[in-house]
């Protein structure tokens, strides 16, 4: 491939030149993707070729598909030949013009920031890069756009730059290293590159910048090299930040050669920052692509939570390079097995870059939860999901296809056994290395290596229907007395009602590796062994311990399986006691005891009541992920009865009085040899605290506002000082500005001058928190602006998101949306969060104007349609939330006395 692109129009001419294989029956159609170029069709030529010989064919005639039939929408340009043609091989050239994009961030587009000189002149800096997955590829050159076309990639790219512009500071990069040094002369780089290993088109990827590198060499353990490099802006405070991506990265890919057991299948492995990106990374093999605040971190001023977020979000993108690039899903229905893989094995290359984070203790909280949160609905979808449009499958990268996907890989290894499933990824990959695959491939390598049931029965009922179950877990110690035989029931979980064609083949019930812990009367806790209780088995399953006479069972140990778990009322009781007293000790067992309850209480199968009373502990509880769970559930249960000023002042008095402990303890400055946990915990208790008191005299209140005084008059020199409580500085004062909304103008200016975007989007959270819809009005009018910062759709997210102003939100969504949809229209993930906007509501009124709205916006929803179909799902269960639950948890709010907790 050859693309000419000219730097001051943005337009750019290529030719295409694809050798194909045919096989099968005799043709006269050569069909290739293609949408929204020019294609010069007389020029279009078609040959064959054996050998060393080529022929050229005859062409009857060239079209675009729908040009014949309007209804086809698979973005194909067909090329005729006179004569049909038997199977072998044949090489068809395409010249084409197309147009660099100026306004969305997908297909060959353009990016900026804005560099600033010390005589207080700005000026604009532009790049171009690329973003092809899933289906943009075909907008930006003629190809076969599918997953399973692999090919081989010669590209060839020149940029003619307009006068004025030094050509010296900018170079090219792609995926291959280049094939000889790039020729610099008369305002024309020219760069041609190596040929590709197979790929598929979704991770061709060039760009081209004026940024500068840092790099590195990984050596293999065979003494072969790596080269690395990172590509940022060349200003000083930007190359400081590229050093971390730096240091963990070979630590990452050493890892995961010893995962996989197969070497980094490339000689290089570039990775570059840009100003402006879709999502938070693209894993273009070879090439990734990141938005910022995903690969820089700044040692002196970035917080701790971003530079666990730079070391996941590398993590999962270099997973990608062995699964996903190496061994690639056949079709995008199983998607799953690129981002769900890749969001498992992070884990891993996390924590082999930081081994005392403990970051696997994060797993179920931050995957397993999340999953859950969503699949529980019944607008969710199987893993495993047709999908036949390209809107439908921009839909798909969503929390199932990354969260569940990594849950159901986590559960797989956790099931099978390290060993046993690393033996059986290696057959996976071995076989399918620089091919494709299907997810019944992956279990039917790994089922050989397991021994046990069948992996391949086991999964298929994870993937292809959707939700999970909970497992009631009874217990009988009077039978035989002294011993204790468990009985096992599975039932599907759902918040909500089921739709009317709501069906699966393996009706709703699952292959279940039931773990347990358990305490004997009078004695310890131990871990009982995994046992199955299968699909296909009776209505329940017993187990019998024998000479164990049980106080308590605690299924799931651990978290390591995709279930609920359900007790009969004294176990519960029982669990309530073993929390407050501490014997239930795994600050997993802990969260996930806590999440099944409120689970189970949502659906009315445990007391609503009883699940908040399980909360009473929580001013004792010192682990982040345990408490961080705990506050979740409350906040979300008082969220539930905001509407009552009674329950929800209780409510804030109740979240005031867990944290104090917490907040009295530590200190607000950051300790470089503290555990990952500590700035978790300093950040969200102080935060939360600051917000539940209420009272703009209260001692950490008043410091938080003196902190934000201090930085608002020296940000460059202060931020260092208050890095790992940024959020909750800024959040406070906004919380307790004054009259004039003297905090916010100041917080406004601050934004505007900053160029680091993770320091924007909390910036913009916090603005959103202001009680002044006056103010927020004018935020979301300046968000539209060209030079609005961390992107349009922020703005107004976050004032639903963070602040509670859902009306306000709901209204300039409406106003506004047809900007919005030319902007977002065609990305999956920015559409999502604007269509998420109204799923607050909780009435039979506002669930009908919302339906209505979105059905006025078929031709403009795009990507987007899949979420509203949630949306109204979440507001459903709302309304039912707030008809089952909204009394008792009132009361309970209401009744509580503070001086007993």
Same mark, same amino acid.
């Given at each position: 491939?050859?693309?000419?692109?000219?730097?001051?129009?943005?337009?750019?001419?290529?030719?295409?030149?694809?050798?194909?294989?045919?096989?099968?029956?005799?043709?006269?159609?050569?069909?290739?993707?293609?949408?929204?170029?020019?294609?010069?069709?007389?020029?279009?030529?078609?040959?064959?070729?054996?050998?060393?010989?080529?022929?050229?064919?005859?062409?009857?005639?060239?079209?675009?598909?729908?040009?014949?039939?309007?209804?086809?929408?698979?973005?194909?340009?067909?090329?005729?030949?006179?004569?049909?043609?038997?199977?072998?091989?044949?090489?068809?050239?395409?010249?084409?013009?197309?147009?660099?994009?100026?306004?969305?961030?997908?297909?060959?587009?353009?990016?900026?920031?804005?560099?600033?000189?010390?005589?207080?002149?700005?000026?604009?800096?532009?790049?171009?890069?690329?973003?092809?997955?899933?289906?943009?590829?075909?907008?930006?050159?003629?190809?076969?756009?599918?997953?399973?076309?692999?090919?081989?990639?010669?590209?060839?790219?020149?940029?003619?730059?307009?006068?004025?512009?030094?050509?010296?500071?900018?170079?090219?990069?792609?995926?291959?290293?280049?094939?000889?040094?790039?020729?610099?002369?008369?305002?024309?780089?020219?760069?041609?590159?190596?040929?590709?290993?197979?790929?598929?088109?979704?991770?061709?990827?060039?760009?081209?910048?004026?940024?500068?590198?840092?790099?590195?060499?990984?050596?293999?353990?065979?003494?072969?090299?790596?080269?690395?490099?990172?590509?940022?802006?060349?200003?000083?405070?930007?190359?400081?930040?590229?050093?971390?991506?730096?240091?963990?990265?070979?630590?990452?890919?050493?890892?995961?050669?010893?995962?996989?057991?197969?070497?980094?299948?490339?000689?290089?492995?570039?990775?570059?920052?840009?100003?402006?990106?879709?999502?938070?990374?693209?894993?273009?093999?070879?090439?990734?692509?990141?938005?910022?605040?995903?690969?820089?971190?700044?040692?002196?001023?970035?917080?701790?939570?971003?530079?666990?977020?730079?070391?996941?979000?590398?993590?999962?993108?270099?997973?990608?390079?062995?699964?996903?690039?190496?061994?690639?899903?056949?079709?995008?229905?199983?998607?799953?097995?690129?981002?769900?893989?890749?969001?498992?094995?992070?884990?891993?290359?996390?924590?082999?870059?930081?081994?005392?984070?403990?970051?696997?203790?994060?797993?179920?909280?931050?995957?397993?939860?999340?999953?859950?949160?969503?699949?529980?609905?019944?607008?969710?979808?199987?893993?495993?999901?047709?999908?036949?449009?390209?809107?439908?499958?921009?839909?798909?990268?969503?929390?199932?296809?990354?969260?569940?996907?990594?849950?159901?890989?986590?559960?797989?290894?956790?099931?099978?056994?390290?060993?046993?499933?690393?033996?059986?990824?290696?057959?996976?990959?071995?076989?399918?290395?620089?091919?494709?695959?299907?997810?019944?491939?992956?279990?039917?390598?790994?089922?050989?290596?397991?021994?046990?049931?069948?992996?391949?029965?086991?999964?298929?009922?994870?993937?292809?229907?959707?939700?999970?179950?909970?497992?009631?877990?009874?217990?009988?110690?009077?039978?035989?007395?002294?011993?204790?035989?468990?009985?096992?029931?599975?039932?599907?979980?759902?918040?909500?009602?089921?739709?009317?064609?709501?069906?699966?083949?393996?009706?709703?019930?699952?292959?279940?590796?039931?773990?347990?812990?358990?305490?004997?009367?009078?004695?310890?806790?131990?871990?009982?062994?995994?046992?199955?209780?299968?699909?296909?088995?009776?209505?329940?399953?017993?187990?019998?311990?024998?000479?164990?006479?049980?106080?308590?069972?605690?299924?799931?140990?651990?978290?390591?399986?995709?279930?609920?778990?359900?007790?009969?009322?004294?176990?519960?009781?029982?669990?309530?006691?073993?929390?407050?007293?501490?014997?239930?000790?795994?600050?997993?067992?802990?969260?996930?005891?806590?999440?099944?309850?409120?689970?189970?209480?949502?659906?009315?199968?445990?007391?609503?009541?009883?699940?908040?009373?399980?909360?009473?502990?929580?001013?004792?509880?010192?682990?982040?992920?345990?408490?961080?769970?705990?506050?979740?559930?409350?906040?979300?249960?008082?969220?539930?009865?905001?509407?009552?000023?009674?329950?929800?002042?209780?409510?804030?008095?109740?979240?005031?009085?867990?944290?104090?402990?917490?907040?009295?303890?530590?200190?607000?400055?950051?300790?470089?040899?503290?555990?990952?946990?500590?700035?978790?915990?300093?950040?969200?208790?102080?935060?939360?605290?600051?917000?539940?008191?209420?009272?703009?005299?209260?001692?950490?209140?008043?410091?938080?506002?003196?902190?934000?005084?201090?930085?608002?008059?020296?940000?460059?020199?202060?931020?260092?000082?208050?890095?790992?409580?940024?959020?909750?500085?800024?959040?406070?004062?906004?919380?307790?500005?004054?009259?004039? *909304? +003297?905090?916010?103008?100041? &917080?406004?200016? $601050?934004? #505007?001058?900053?160029?680091?975007?993770?320091? !924007?989007?909390? @910036?913009?959270?916090?603005?959103?928190?202001?009680?002044?819809?006056?103010?927020?009005?004018?935020?979301?009018?300046?968000?539209?602006?060209?030079?609005?910062?961390?992107?349009?759709?922020?703005?107004?997210?976050?004032?639903?998101?963070?602040?509670?102003?859902?009306?306000?939100?709901?209204?300039?969504?409406?106003?506004?949306?047809?900007?919005?949809?030319?902007?977002? *229209? +065609?990305?999956?993930?920015? &559409?999502?969060? $604007?269509? #998420?906007?109204?799923?607050?509501?909780?009435? !039979?009124?506002? @669930?009908?104007?919302?339906?209505?709205?979105?059905?006025?916006?078929?031709?403009?929803?795009?990507?987007?349609?899949?979420?509203?179909?949630?949306?109204?799902?979440?507001?459903?269960?709302?309304?039912?939330?707030?008809?089952?639950?909204?009394?008792?948890?009132?009361?309970?709010?209401?009744?509580?006395?503070?001086?007993?907790?």
């Amino acid at each position: 491939m050859t693309l000419n692109i000219n730097w001051g129009t943005m337009n750019y001419t290529g030719v295409q030149e694809v050798t194909m294989e045919v096989t099968g029956d005799d043709t006269k159609y050569f069909l290739i993707h293609t949408s929204g170029l020019v294609i010069d069709k007389t020029a279009t030529t078609l040959h064959k070729v054996v050998g060393d010989v080529v022929t050229d064919l005859d062409i009857k005639r060239t079209f675009m598909d729908t040009e014949k039939k309007p209804e086809l929408r698979h973005d194909f340009y067909v090329v005729e030949s006179t004569d049909a043609v038997p199977a072998g091989t044949y090489k068809m050239i395409i010249f084409f013009a197309g147009q660099v994009q100026t306004e969305k961030l997908t297909g060959i587009y353009r990016s900026k920031y804005i560099r600033k000189y010390q005589d207080d002149t700005e000026v604009p800096i532009y790049q171009i890069s690329t973003d092809f997955e899933p289906v943009d590829a075909r907008t930006a050159f003629p190809c076969f756009d599918e997953p399973a076309q692999k090919a081989n990639w010669t590209t060839s790219i020149k940029v003619t730059f307009p006068p004025g512009i030094d050509i010296n500071e900018y170079n090219i990069l792609s995926n291959m290293p280049l094939k000889e040094a790039p020729t610099k002369d008369n305002q024309i780089i020219s760069a041609k590159f190596k040929e590709s290993v197979p790929m598929s088109t979704y991770l061709v990827c060039f760009a081209v910048s004026d940024f500068i590198f840092k790099e590195a060499v990984h050596t293999r353990a065979d003494g072969s090299t790596v080269l690395m490099r990172v590509h940022a802006r060349r200003e000083p405070e930007f190359q400081a930040s590229a050093s971390y991506a730096l240091k963990v990265t070979p630590a990452i890919i050493k890892e995961y050669e010893k995962f996989y057991k197969v070497n980094y299948p490339l000689e290089k492995l570039d990775q570059i920052a840009l100003p402006e990106f879709n999502s938070g990374a693209m894993e273009n093999w070879g090439l990734i692509t990141y938005r910022e605040s995903s690969l820089l971190y700044n040692p002196v001023t970035s917080s701790t939570a971003e530079k666990q977020r730079v070391c996941s979000v590398i993590a999962h993108e270099v997973a990608h390079q062995w699964f996903g690039n190496l061994v690639t899903m056949a079709w995008w229905n199983d998607l799953w097995l690129n981002e769900g893989f890749a969001s498992f094995v992070e884990y891993y290359g996390i924590d082999a870059a930081e081994p005392t984070w403990n970051i696997l203790d994060f797993f179920y909280p931050d995957e397993v939860t999340t999953a859950m949160n969503f699949d529980s609905s019944p607008s969710s979808h199987p893993i495993s999901v047709q999908v036949s449009s390209p809107e439908e499958l921009s839909g798909l990268f969503d929390t199932i296809s990354y969260r569940k996907g990594s849950s159901i890989n986590w559960m797989m290894q956790k099931f099978m056994g390290d060993e046993n499933f690393a033996t059986g990824l290696e057959n996976y990959i071995a076989t399918n290395k620089y091919g494709n695959a299907y997810m019944v491939d992956l279990f039917d390598a790994l089922n050989p290596a397991y021994g046990g049931v069948n992996v391949t029965k086991v999964m298929l009922t994870w993937t292809l229907q959707m939700g999970f179950p909970y497992v009631t877990a009874a217990l009988d110690t009077t039978t035989t007395p002294g011993s204790t035989i468990i009985t096992l029931e599975q039932n599907r979980f759902l918040v909500g009602d089921a739709k009317e064609d709501d069906n699966s083949e393996f009706g709703y019930k699952w292959h279940i590796p039931f773990s347990y812990v358990y305490k004997v009367k009078d004695g310890a806790v131990e871990t009982g062994v995994t046992h199955w209780l299968m699909a296909d088995d009776e209505s329940s399953k017993t187990i019998t311990l024998e000479s164990k006479e049980l106080e308590w069972i605690k299924g799931n140990a651990d978290g390591n399986f995709y279930y609920l778990s359900n007790y009969e009322e004294a176990t519960w009781t029982a669990l309530a006691s073993a929390l407050q007293n501490g014997e239930l000790t795994s600050a997993t067992d802990k969260t996930s005891l806590v999440y099944d309850v409120f689970r189970l209480a949502e659906t009315a199968k445990v007391d609503y009541k009883k699940a908040l009373d399980m909360t009473k502990y929580a001013k004792a509880e010192s682990e982040y992920v345990v408490l961080s769970r705990i506050l979740s559930e409350v906040l979300t249960a008082g969220d539930g009865v905001k509407s009552d000023e009674a329950a929800y002042t209780e409510l804030w008095k109740y979240v005031a009085a867990m944290l104090k402990p917490r907040v009295v303890e530590m200190t607000w400055d950051s300790n470089e040899n503290e555990p990952i946990t500590s700035p978790k915990m300093r950040d969200m208790a102080l935060r939360n605290y600051c917000r539940a008191v209420k009272d703009k005299s209260d001692a950490y209140v008043v410091e938080a506002l003196n902190k934000f005084t201090e930085f608002a008059k020296d940000p460059a020199g202060k931020k260092s000082g208050i890095k790992d409580v940024f959020t909750t500085v800024m959040r406070t004062a906004i919380i307790y500005d004054d009259t004039e *909304n +003297t905090n916010w103008h100041k &917080m406004w200016k $601050l934004l #505007q001058d900053s160029d680091w975007e993770a320091d !924007q989007r909390i @910036y913009i959270a916090a603005l959103a928190r202001s009680s002044n819809t006056t103010v927020l009005r004018q935020m979301i009018e300046d968000s539209f602006s060209e030079d609005a910062k961390a992107g349009t759709w922020r703005y107004l997210y976050y004032v639903s998101y963070h602040g509670d102003n859902y009306d306000l939100a709901w209204e300039l969504l409406q106003s506004r949306w047809d900007e919005y949809a030319v902007q977002y *229209n +065609t990305t999956s993930f920015t &559409m999502g969060y $604007l269509v #998420q906007i109204p799923e607050v509501f909780d009435t !039979q009124e506002m @669930y009908d104007e919302v339906k209505k709205f979105f059905d006025g916006k078929e031709s403009n929803i795009g990507t987007g349609k899949k979420t509203v179909e949630e949306t109204l799902a979440k507001i459903k269960s709302n309304i039912k939330w707030k008809k089952e639950h909204f009394e008792s948890v009132k009361t309970w709010f209401t009744d509580l006395s503070l001086g007993s907790k």
